[in-house]
């Protein structure tokens, strides 16, 4: 596969940023890797999104996606989305904006990536799981599929306990959402874009999520798992031992690849 790392200028953001991309290549001769490519007009896509603490680089670092990914035929994209909860801020860039509408198509002007919706997919740790959902939730006809894991599903949960008795919580969540109390039932909220994305009847993306039974947003999950099942939206739900650490994600990401509703060449 071939490694990118790319810097270029976001009109929307008004500031150079980076993505990390990893490319499928054809290869038969490395040292016990394979590379796939079933490119035909553009590559299968998957948006992978980092967590509050990290940038575009981590999941290269932590993980092995690279070779995890090589007998995909699968394009990953790495951008970086800063503390922004991958969201327009109250007081601040408008982060959802530039990943929904500016960076999908600066890619696929810089890279040769589908932009069929069944070959677009989206997927995050921790912040970046909240990002995924929300962006699939919000536009279901720009995503085939979207997987959170770890991920800050109850929005509004998480900002309220993380911020109680730390200031800079405190201050972070007002200048990204405005007062946490106001998230739920709005653009925000997983539940409430969840819910009218059922009654719309439009087509939703396949669901996937998983966290572990020792991550302090296990019980999160499954506060979100009860209302999908409640409002009847399909989804794979996943749990096994294991903290909100990188161990549990480098494993977890292997099954997301593999989970994929991707078309062998």
Not at 32 to 53: E, T
Not at 65 to 89: C, H, N, V, W
Not at 172 to 177: D, G, S
Request: charged share 20%; aromatic share 12%; glycine share 8%.
């Amino acid at each position: 596969m071939a490694h990118i790392q790319c810097a270029f200028f976001s009109e929307t953001l008004q500031i150079s940023t980076r993505v990390e991309v990893i490319l499928p290549q054809a290869t038969k001769s490395q040292i016990r890797m394979v590379g796939r490519s079933g490119l035909r007009r553009g590559h299968p896509v998957l948006y992978l999104l980092h967590g509050a603490s990290d940038d575009q680089s981590i999941w290269m670092r932590r993980t092995s996606i690279e070779r995890y990914a090589s007998e995909k035929g699968l394009a990953i994209i790495m951008p970086f989305g800063a503390r922004s909860y991958y969201t327009d801020m109250n007081q601040g860039h408008a982060y959802f904006t530039f990943f929904t509408e500016e960076l999908p198509r600066l890619m696929c002007s810089f890279f040769p990536l589908s932009a069929k919706r069944e070959e677009t997919f989206v997927a995050g740790l921790s912040m970046g799981g909240y990002g995924a959902l929300k962006m699939a939730l919000t536009y279901p006809e720009r995503f085939g599929a979207v997987a959170s894991l770890s991920g800050v599903v109850d929005v509004t949960a998480w900002a309220l306990r993380a911020s109680k008795d730390d200031p800079f919580r405190q201050k972070e969540f007002l200048t990204i959402f405005g007062n946490p109390s106001t998230i739920r039932g709005s653009r925000h909220d997983l539940f409430t874009l969840s819910a009218k994305l059922k009654r719309s009847g439009k087509r939703i993306p396949k669901l996937y999520f998983c966290c572990g039974t020792e991550d302090f947003l296990y019980q999160d999950n499954l506060t979100f798992k009860a209302h999908l099942e409640r409002i009847k939206i399909p989804f794979r739900y996943e749990e096994g031992p294991g903290q909100h650490q990188w161990d549990y994600w480098d494993q977890q990401i292997q099954r997301v690849l593999n989970w994929l509703p991707l078309k062998t060449a």
